[in-house]
T-cell receptor, first 118, second 115 residues
């Protein structure tokens, strides 16, 4: 079974500063993908960044980077130069090989609410 | 269309009635997913379709829930005899294929309120 844990229910950051949102995962599958999604108050789920289990380098997408520590099974999201529009719920999710039969579903964490202060 | 399209965007129904929620995935996407999100909570997996394979129904909470998909296009999630605990946002998503690296893109959801 796969499990995602986000231990920070809420985080606060000052505008223009960097913030790290924590995510740890558990899976016995050697091949898996890790995703971060942003959910603003409007409710849509916006894909931010992806990290594959075999990727040698940490993923980056603009102001988003993923601090991937495979041995510790952590995949923290780092947002640099925070903006007011970054205020939202952030979800970490994982998709595993599941033995090559059904890749199927993303398993989500409970989310972290990020509030950016001016 | 450009993104995953869901309808209705909002639905209020009386307890005991049946509801149907529709999802139109991104064109060419072979994998389609339904998730449920209760207020202030994370996403619960409901069901997954991949091409012509048998769907993964492991997340459906009861036999009141069912879903169908026509080929690699539209899907309908049906909830029979709705209960108040069914009130939630129902999110549909699709991906090009079902592989580990394929990003899953979400629609804006159908907000269901059972009164």
């Amino acid at each position: 079974a796969q499990k995602i844990t986000q231990t920070q229910p809420g985080m606060f950051v000052q505008e223009k500063e960097a913030v790290t949102l924590d995510c740890t995962y558990d899976t016995s599958d050697p091949s898996y993908g890790l995703f971060w999604y942003k959910q603003p108050s409007s409710g849509e789920m916006i894909f931010l960044i992806y990290q594959g289990s075999y990727d040698q380098q940490n993923a980056t997408e603009g102001r988003y980077s993923l601090n991937f520590q495979k041995a510790r099974k952590s995949a923290n999201l780092v947002i640099s130069a925070s903006q007011l529009g970054d205020s939202a719920m952030y979800f970490c999710a994982m998709r595993a090989n599941a033995g090559g039969t059904s890749y199927g579903k993303l398993t989500f964490g409970q989310g972290t609410i990020l509030t950016v202060h001016p | 269309g450009a993104g995953v399209s869901q309808s209705p965007s909002n639905k209020v129904t009386e307890k005991g009635k049946d509801v149907e929620l529709r999802c139109d995935p991104i064109s060419g996407h072979t994998a389609l997913y339904w998730y449920r999100q209760r207020l202030g909570q994370g996403l619960e997996f409901l069901i997954y379709f991949q091409g012509n394979s048998a769907p993964d129904k492991s997340g459906l909470p009861s036999d009141r829930f069912s879903a169908e998909r026509t080929g690699e296009s539209v899907s309908t999630l049906t909830i029979q005899r709705t209960q108040q605990e069914d009130s939630a946002v129902y999110l549909c998503a699709s991906s090009l294929m079902a592989g580990v690296a394929n990003t899953i893109y979400f629609g804006e959801g159908s907000w269901l309120t059972v009164v």
